[in-house]
């Protein structure tokens, strides 16, 4: 168990909706990363906050949003769903995430089928 | 069920043999690099790491080269185990990326009783 949290643990919704993935991190843990996985793409870095503020992004979509709120816990908004936003979706949190070269721990993901 | 790509490379070893998985890397400035090992259904666990002024480290039954000259990784799993079947993955931190970590694809291992 990494200590890091991610709830609902399976999604399934219709095209064109929104849904809220949510990400607790490790206990101290200041910096959260939201990652997705698809079958053909392997694991994608979307975003990075860091207590509170953004601090890195990726392969984020515009439909897509995040934030981090004051007890660090992070939400992933995915708006205007498509059948290929389908993916595993992993937050994973890291001590400071400041500098580079600091282990991140992942949480179980969250399962998403858009129908 | 199945948690990453179908088509992903496969190491087959028998239990009690060592396993070698190996990984390219891209950016000759990434300076440190994670294994982490994903069972289905679950998420990235961490392994082991190693940074770029290193050439080897060792843990638990696994050892982690860096060859920064051809810019490959690979980790060494000693005594394979039917628990170490998994997908592996490579991770590089590039530098000035600050936390962004790039994957590679990941290979999968599959224990022969």
């Known amino acids: 168990d990494s200590g890091v949290t991610q709830t609902p643990k399976h999604l399934i919704t219709a095209t064109g909706q929104r849904v809220t993935l949510r990400c607790s991190p490790r206990s101290g843990d200041l910096s959260v990363y939201w990652y997705q996985q698809s079958l053909d793409q392997g694991l994608q870095f979307l975003i990075q906050?860091?207590?509170?503020?953004?601090?890195a992004k990726g392969n984020i979509l515009e439909r897509f949003s995040a934030q981090q709120f004051p007890d660090l816990h992070s939400e992933l908004n995915l708006s205007s769903l498509e059948l290929g936003d389908s993916a595993l979706y992993f937050c994973?949190?890291?001590?400071?995430?400041?500098?580079?070269?600091?282990?991140?721990?992942f949480g179980p993901g969250t399962r998403l089928l858009v129908l | 069920g199945e948690s990453v790509g179908l088509h992903l490379p496969t190491l087959s070893v028998q239990e009690g043999d060592n396993s070698i998985i190996n990984c390219a890397y891209s950016?000759?400035?990434?300076?440190?690099f994670i294994w982490y090992k994903q069972e289905s259904g679950k998420g990235p666990q961490f392994i082991i790491d190693?940074?770029?002024?290193?050439d080897k480290r060792q843990g638990q039954r696994v050892t982690v080269l860096l060859n920064k000259t051809v810019k490959h990784l690979s980790l060494q799993i000693a005594a394979t185990q039917p628990g170490d079947s998994a997908v592996y993955f490579c991770a590089e931190n590039k530098k000035n990326y600050g936390q962004n970590f790039v994957f590679g694809p990941g290979t999968r291992l599959s224990v022969l009783p």
């Open positions: 190693i940074r770029s002024n290193m």
């Open positions: 994973a949190s890291s001590a400071a995430g400041q500098a580079g070269g600091e282990t991140q721990y």
């Open positions: 950016n000759s400035a990434s300076d440190y």
């Open positions: 906050y860091y207590n509170g503020e953004e601090r």
